[in-house]
C-alpha cells in the first residue's frame, strides 16, 4: 500500500521569500504525485501533477515541484510567496488505473506580512 | 471550465438520521470518488465507483454508508444512521478515465452531526 508523509504540519514564511513544503512517499510500485491546495472553506484544487517523463513540474500559481525517486520525495517549491498562498497544501499518491488517491496530512502555509 | 458541484454545502442532521450528499460529477468523467475529511485530520478515501458498481471501497466505508448514481448526471453518498463522527467534510471527485490520473474534486459538504 502507498503512504504519504508531509514533514511539516505548519510553514510560516514572509512575504516575497521563498518556501518549500516536503513531501516524502511509500510505494513498491511505480506511483503518480499530485499536490493539491485548500483555501479556507474551500474544496481541493490541483496545483500540480507528476505522471511521467521530466521529474521537474510546475503547476498554477508559480508553484514547481521536484520527483526525485532515489529518494522518494515529491517537494513542492515557490521562488516567491504572496499573501493569497495562505492555505493547506496536501501531497497526495495514487498507483494508477481506477485507483484512490492517498492524501498527506498536509501542510498549513502561512505567508506573513 | 467544467467543475465538479456538490450540495448542500452545509447539511446539520441529528444523530440517527439518514442523509443524502449529492454530486454531479463532469459530464464525461467515467470515475467517480466519495473521500471525507474530519476537522483537522486527513482527507480519507472511502469509494470509487466505475461502471455503476463500486470498485473498491475502505474499511471506513461500513454498512452504514451506500453510494448510488441514479442517474446520468448525479452521485449520491447515502448514511443510514448518522454517528457524532460522521461530521465531516465529505468530498466528491471524478476522473475522466483510467488513463488520466488526476481527479478533479468539488467543493465539499460539510456535515454536522449533532
Known amino acids: 500500500a502507498q503512504s504519504v508523509t508531509q514533514l511539516d504540519s505548519q510553514v510560516p514564511v514572509f512575504e516575497e521569500a521563498p518556501v518549500e513544503l516536503r513531501c516524502n512517499y511509500s510505494s513498491s510500485v511505480s506511483v503518480y504525485l499530485f499536490w493539491y491546495v485548500q483555501y479556507p472553506n474551500q474544496g481541493l484544487q490541483l496545483l500540480l501533477k507528476y505522471l511521467s517523463g521530466s521529474t521537474l513540474v510546475k503547476g498554477i500559481n508559480g508553484f514547481e515541484a521536484e520527483f526525485n525517486k532515489s529518494q522518494t520525495s515529491f517537494h513542492l517549491r515557490k521562488p516567491s510567496v504572496h499573501i493569497s498562498d495562505t492555505a493547506e497544501y496536501f501531497c497526495a499518491v495514487t498507483l494508477g488505473g481506477y485507483q484512490k488517491v492517498t492524501f498527506g496530512i498536509g501542510t498549513k502555509l502561512q505567508v506573513i506580512p | 471550465e467544467p467543475e465538479v458541484t456538490q450540495t448542500p454545502s452545509h447539511q446539520v442532521t441529528q444523530m440517527g ?98
Not at chain 2, 443524502?20 to 470509487?48: A, D, M, T
Not at chain 2, 475502505?58 to 448514481?69: H, L
Not at chain 2, 466528491?92 to 481527479?103: G, K, P
Open chain 2, 17 to 114: 438520521q439518514e442523509v443524502i450528499l449529492r454530486c454531479v460529477p463532469i459530464s464525461n468523467h467515467l470515475y467517480f470518488y466519495w473521500y471525507r475529511q474530519i476537522l483537522g485530520q486527513k482527507v480519507e478515501f472511502l469509494v470509487s465507483f466505475y461502471n455503476n458498481e463500486i470498485s473498491e471501497k475502505s474499511e471506513i466505508f461500513d454498512d452504514q454508508f451506500s453510494v448510488e448514481r441514479p442517474d446520468g448526471s448525479n452521485f449520491t453518498l447515502k448514511i443510514r444512521s448518522t454517528k457524532l463522527e460522521d461530521s465531516a467534510m465529505y468530498f466528491c471527485a471524478s476522473r475522466i478515465d483510467r488513463e488520466l490520473y488526476e481527479q478533479y474534486f468539488g467543493p465539499g459538504t460539510r456535515l454536522t452531526v449533532t
